[in-house]
């Protein structure tokens, strides 16, 4: 039996206005339904990605992390700098493009069959239904939109004060990349992205750190259930 959709309402117009959004007009959070139905056109990938994630699939995910790995090694160790890697993951990009046009459907049969153990209800780490999913990411992108919205309206603030604002955030990102590098900081962003959704959300873990979970998911205004 299919998971039922868990007890998350849909993005609500009254959590983001043009107002609060700034110039942002195009972004999802002000056609939160344009970008639930682009989630909701592929729920193959959206399945698969959540079983890699939750090492469901664990082969697949295997293969992901082992290649990711060598290329960072590749990166660091051949010391390349900015033009060299666009231009590498440019070639990547279409050089994935040719052998999914030529094996691409060998390769998904192999490494993507039909996934027999979803989950239980009670598992945090289930296979959750598309809808669901596309809840979570459309409410996640009206908060980074609103996010963006405001800060764009301070530092768009008319005379000096806008300037010396976007002066401001200009040098703290420059003092902030200076202090990372952006090898370390992709390093670290794309491993976090990959790994602590399996970690956070093994039955054993999420037990453990429920309570602050609730928290969080109370702060939400796009988590708490449709009111009658």
Not at 75 to 85: D, G, H, N, Q, R
Not at 148 to 158: D, E, H, Q, Y
Request: hydrophobic residues 45%; aromatic residues 8%; charged residues 20%.
């Amino acid at each position: 039996m299919e998971d039922k959709p868990e007890n998350v309402s849909a993005p609500c117009e009254s959590c983001c206005t043009k107002e609060s959004c700034g110039s942002c007009g195009s972004c999802p959070c002000m056609n939160p339904e344009a970008l639930k139905e682009k989630i909701v056109s592929h729920p193959q990938i959206v399945e698969n990605v959540q079983a890699m994630l939750f090492w469901r699939r664990p082969i697949p995910m295997a293969i992901l992390l082992s290649l990711i790995e060598l290329l960072f090694i590749f990166i660091k160790k051949a010391e390349l700098t900015f033009l060299p890697v666009a231009v590498l993951f440019i070639s990547i990009f279409v050089l994935g493009k040719i052998i999914i046009n030529k094996f691409g459907e060998a390769i998904f049969r192999i490494l993507f069959p039909e996934i027999e153990n979803k989950g239980s209800e009670n598992e945090p780490n289930r296979i959750r239904p598309v809808e669901t999913i596309a809840d979570i990411l459309t409410c996640t992108a009206k908060h980074v939109c609103m996010a963006r919205g405001k800060l764009c309206s301070k530092v768009n603030a008319p005379g000096i004060t806008g300037l010396i604002l976007k002066c401001g955030v200009l040098f703290g990102l420059f003092l902030f990349f200076c202090m990372t590098g952006t090898f370390w900081l992709i390093f670290v962003v794309l491993h976090l992205i990959l790994l602590v959704p399996g970690i956070v959300l093994h039955p054993k873990v999420f037990e453990a750190i429920s309570p602050y979970m609730e928290k969080v998911k109370g702060m939400c205004p796009c988590c708490k259930p449709k009111q009658d």
